[in-house]
């Protein structure tokens, strides 16, 4: 790692190590080639948001938690870039959770399958964690996409009531929600197809949420879901938050 990124008291640590942990991944094999320009749209929101937990993301975390302990058959889908930065905290929630993940990616090719399904194994084996790894061998479709994207894990994806996908695209986040699923999703552009789409939208940065998450889980056990939820205004306060960092 740079000088920089080792240096937790310097003012961009956390955004130097994300990039270290990209890099890491990159050269391991893991990421699609856009993965870096997608972490860079999320850098520029995350800096506009203050580089924190905003309250409103914190109530759509303890939202979701409620949604993800309470399903029938909750599911977390894994891509590139998740695993790339939140590997053990996301297997860390799932183990919590008792639910399986399923590695799901766009851009996909027997190599980078292989290199994060391996990568999840290790990172599984290493922290001694109880969690199915699902992904390798696809057996279903998700309805109203096309090629190789839609390509599911029966056990896991298709048959979920409840599912996570931190930063998702929107034609899949669409997809989703048509199928009648609860969908939530990580993604610190708040004006983006998938955050506008889905039924929880957390504008936040995915580690600081898997953080948040597996502490509210430690601490209280579970959330309880709020009947007053309103997924609409959540996202509304979130980009009122951004409008406010222009004007001050
Ligand atoms: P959509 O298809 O939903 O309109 P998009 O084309 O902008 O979105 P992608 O390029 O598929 O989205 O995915 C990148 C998205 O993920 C961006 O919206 C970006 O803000 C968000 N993002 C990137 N890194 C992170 C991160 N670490 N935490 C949370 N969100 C992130």
């Given at each position: 790692m740079s000088k920089i990124a080792a240096d937790p008291t310097h003012p961009r640590y956390q955004s130097l190590l994300m990039r270290h942990r990209l890099e890491v991944a990159e050269q391991k094999g893991l990421l699609a080639g856009s993965a870096l320009i997608a972490h860079g749209r999320g850098e520029a929101f995350d800096y506009l948001i203050g580089e924190q937990t905003i309250p409103s993301a914190l109530q759509a975390t303890r939202q979701a938690l409620a949604y993800l302990s309470a399903a029938k058959r909750p599911v977390i889908s894994l891509n590139g870039n998740v695993v790339a930065l939140a590997g053990k905290e996301i297997l860390t929630l799932a183990h919590h959770l008792r639910c399986p993940v399923e590695v799901n990616?766009?851009?996909?090719t027997p190599e980078r399958m292989e290199a994060l399904l391996s990568h999840l194994e290790e990172i599984k084996q290493h922290e001694q964690l109880d969690v199915t790894i699902l992904g390798a061998e696809p057996d279903a479709r998700i309805p109203g996409l096309e090629g190789p994207r839609a390509n599911c894990v029966r056990e896991g994806i298709f048959e979920s009531d409840v599912i996570l996908v931190p930063l998702e695209d929107g034609d899949r986040c669409e997809a989703l929600v048509a199928m009648g699923k609860t969908v939530i999703v990580i993604d610190?552009?708040?004006?983006?197809r998938t955050a506008q789409m889905a039924t929880v939208t957390i504008v936040d940065e995915l580690t600081r949420v898997v953080n948040n998450m597996n502490n509210l889980f430690e601490s209280i056990g579970q959330t309880s879901l709020s009947h007053t939820y309103d997924n609409q205004d959540i996202v509304q306060q979130a980009l009122d938050h951004i409008l406010s960092f222009f004007a001050s």
């Open positions: 990616i766009f851009y996909r610190l552009n708040p004006l983006s």
